[in-house]
């Protein structure tokens, strides 16, 4: 299986900071990334797919870049409703394989 | 708008199957993939398989031995079966549409569904 890792596992940020998360893949995945966010008793929702494509309906201040096994997701100016957790998600290879998520926090 | 709602017993007893459904409303199940995911409490997501409509299945190896998808475009509902439950498959269970060409994008998900493996 492919190993989806992503660092910090934590991080604290003040409202209107920008934030950046990491995910590297264990196997080149080309571009086949997605981001989720989800928060406590949610459901994920999808926020970027193939590494870089906005989902319709999200804001523009999430971004991701990354191609091959390096990737990154960059929230501008983070606002109150973003703090939550993140996951990236590779679609390359069989089985599909989410990173550990990382906890966007309050500071 | 699609909406997926995942039902089903949330106490399974160990060694049984658990079973659960997810309804469809707002859309047909046919022409998308449909996946199955859980989260055990405090952890992060695996993908358990997905079913194309038309009866097409891909499991995730670690579970292929004891999972069984399957979907009814009459009741426009998709099906999960997990056979010989232990403790470790606690897990919130949510069910996720892709549209193709874009199968490993999971775009809308069910609100999830909590099952818990007890005696």
């Known amino acids: 299986d492919i190993q989806m890792t992503q660092s910090p596992s934590t991080l604290s940020a003040y409202v209107g900071d920008r934030v950046t998360i990491s995910c590297r893949a264990s196997?080149?995945?080309?571009?086949?990334l997605a981001w989720f966010q989800q928060k406590p008793g949610k459901a994920p929702k999808l926020l970027l797919f193939?590494?870089?494509s906005l989902q319709s309906g999200v804001p523009s201040r999430f971004s991701g870049s990354g191609s091959g096994t390096e990737f990154t997701l960059t929230i501008n100016s983070v606002q109150p409703d973003d703090f939550a957790t993140y996951y990236c998600?590779?679609?390359?290879?069989?089985?599909?394989?989410f990173g550990q998520g990382t906890k966007v926090e309050i500071k | 708008q699609v909406q997926l709602q995942e039902s089903g017993p949330g106490l399974v007893k160990p060694s049984e199957t658990l079973s659960l459904t997810c309804s469809v409303s707002?859309?047909?199940?046919?022409?998308?993939?449909w996946s199955w995911i859980r989260q055990p409490p405090g952890k992060g997501l695996e993908w358990v398989g997905y079913?194309?409509?038309?009866?097409?299945?891909k499991y995730n190896p670690t579970l292929e031995s004891r999972v069984t998808i399957s979907a009814d475009t009459s009741k426009n509902e998709v099906s999960l079966e997990l056979s010989s439950v232990t403790a470790a498959d606690t897990a919130v269970y949510f069910c996720?549409?892709?549209?193709?060409?874009?199968?490993?994008?999971?775009?809308?998900w069910g609100q999830g569904t909590q099952v818990t493996v007890s005696s």
């Open positions: 996720a549409r892709s549209t193709p060409p874009y199968i490993g994008v999971m775009r809308d």
């Open positions: 998600q590779q679609y390359n290879t069989y089985p599909w394989t």
């Open positions: 707002g859309g047909s199940i046919s022409g998308y993939y």
């Open positions: 079913i194309y409509y038309s009866g097409s299945t």
């Open positions: 196997q080149i995945i080309n571009r086949w």
């Open positions: 193939d590494a870089s």
